[in-house]
């Protein structure tokens, strides 16, 4: 399965920021006052780079960006972003490889925020203002409600309709299995190789870390 086909869409690729002169999304008139709310360059930029993986291993969002978060996430330029997303996924694919057919090329997706949306969780948890509590999180995932991201609900299909393996790589510990797989199979996904998820002895290693070896030992078979 050592082939450039394997390909990996990662959260951070769903969530790509626009920027120009003096353009913020929050803004629909594409004008800044300072006076008005003197945070809101600020709170961009740190989503931004949050986004690009520049800011890491915080335990919570400003309070100060706690609001400018939660208008995003719930904007129409969030669906934007994430649609442009895929449409450039696909423009790559389309350009990159050359589909053998023989059962080894292979697609790695993410679970959480890629093929379904914990939005409704963190919409009761301060949108990222709040410390995750792990303990909490798990218990929302137990009862299977979160919903499909159709963007990449659609990419997923397409996908595994050209013959392509589709291979499930989760941050989720082992013990959610079961209900991973009924939320997936209840809002559409059917059809992947495989799904991995944290065992004991990857509970206590950096996620990056994890998912990076995960995807190697894939590559490697």
Known sequence: MARETVLLLALTCLFTGLAAADWNILNPKWRFDATQDPWKNYCESWRINVELNNIREFEAAPQECVDHIKKYMTSSQYTADSDRAIE?????LSRCCSL???????????????????????????????????????????????????????????????????????????????????????VGYHGWASLI???LDDEYMHVEQYKSL???KLVDQ
């Open 214 to 216: 995960a995807r190697k």
């Open 197 to 199: 998820l944290r065992g």
């Open 100 to 186: 053998k057919g023989d059962g080894k090329d292979a697609w790695i997706l993410d679970v959480d925020d890629t093929l379904i949306s914990t939005i409704p969780y963190f919409k009761k948890h301060g949108f990222g203002g709040e410390k995750l509590n792990s303990s909490s999180l798990e218990s929302w995932m137990k009862e299977s409600k979160a919903p499909a991201l159709d963007h990449t609900f659609k990419l997923f299909h397409e996908i595994k309709d050209k013959g392509i393996k589709i291979f499930l790589v989760s941050s989720r510990k082992e013990t959610l299995r079961s209900p991973t797989v009924d939320n997936l199979i209840k």
């Open 88 to 92: 450039e996924v696909k423009l790559y």
